[in-house]
């Protein structure tokens, strides 16, 4: 059975970094374009950009700028560097392997002000 699980959510001042991690089992990393969402409160779940098979990336206009995503597929693991947090970015962030059923449990991300 895939696995998605997510990890180094947590709470952060405004203007913080954090670092997520999305470990996989078995070869999902490499064997699809992996995503990243966010679902605060209240709202739809949001894209917020992608990694390729062969690192491409691309972002929102919400992440652009701030958020980089990477990934390592020796260790079956995908990662989304944040910088710059905001309030607004307080959300459940989920990893997702593109054009299939796999999600991650989530990680909640909490911005203070």
């Known amino acids: 059975q895939v696995q998605l699980v997510e990890a180094g959510g947590g709470l952060v001042q405004q203007g913080g970094s954090l670092s997520l991690s999305c470990v996989a089992s078995?070869?999902?990393?490499?064997?699809?374009?992996m995503g990243w969402y966010r679902q605060a409160p209240g709202s739809q779940r949001e894209w917020l950009g992608l990694?390729?098979?062969?690192?491409?990336?691309a972002y929102s206009d919400s992440s652009k700028g701030r958020f980089t995503i990477s990934r390592h597929n020796a260790e079956n693991t995908v990662y989304l560097q944040m910088n710059s947090l905001k309030p607004e970015d307080t959300a459940v962030y989920y990893c997702?392997?593109?054009?299939?059923?796999?999600w991650g449990q989530g990680t909640q991300v909490t911005v203070s002000s």
């Open positions: 997702h392997a593109n054009r299939t059923d796999y």
């Open positions: 078995g070869r999902i990393v490499s064997a699809y374009a």
């Open positions: 990694i390729t098979t062969d690192n491409t990336t």
